[in-house]
């Protein structure tokens, strides 16, 4: 049985990539990168905790399909979006029903491989409007894929 998870809205502060699952392998890691090289994760206002929020958002296919361009926005869960250094941008996952995916703990690294097996998952009806990982400071990891 799945795990379904039903949050309230999350607000989101961090940067931001266009990207599409063709590019995804050469596109995401660098942008990875960046967040950490640049230390986006201090330069956050207002956050709640250090768990970092990867959101794949603003699909080209909203509500089709996951091909295509969309966004992911990798930032942290803030109490209010104040004034947003250069280059930030804020979103808002939305309330709405979600499956739960848990990765091997502390294995960042196979987040890929359980997205291929999400990709290739039948028995739910994904709404393709917005998706988030969610790395919890314990090295936790879990993916929320949107549901009707």
Request: proline letters at 3%.
């Amino acid at each position: 049985m799945k795990k379904i998870a039903q949050k309230n809205n999350i607000q989101i502060v961090g940067i931001k990539l266009r990207t599409s699952n063709a590019e995804a392998m050469q596109t995401i890691p660098p942008f990875w990168q960046k967040f950490y090289q640049e230390n986006i994760l201090q330069q956050i206002e207002n956050k709640v905790s250090d768990d970092v929020y990867a959101v794949y958002t603003n699909f080209a296919n909203e509500g089709k399909n996951n091909e295509g361009v969309y966004s992911l926005i990798i930032g942290l869960e803030v109490e209010k979006i104040g004034v947003l250094p250069k280059n930030f941008v804020s979103t808002v996952i939305k309330s709405s029903k979600r499956v739960v995916f848990e990765v091997e703990k502390g294995h960042p690294e196979k987040v890929g491989e359980k997205w291929l097996e999400i990709w290739q998952t039948t028995d739910i009806k994904k709404t393709y409007l917005s998706d988030y990982e969610l790395y919890h400071t314990s090295g936790e990891i879990e993916i929320y894929v949107g549901i009707e």
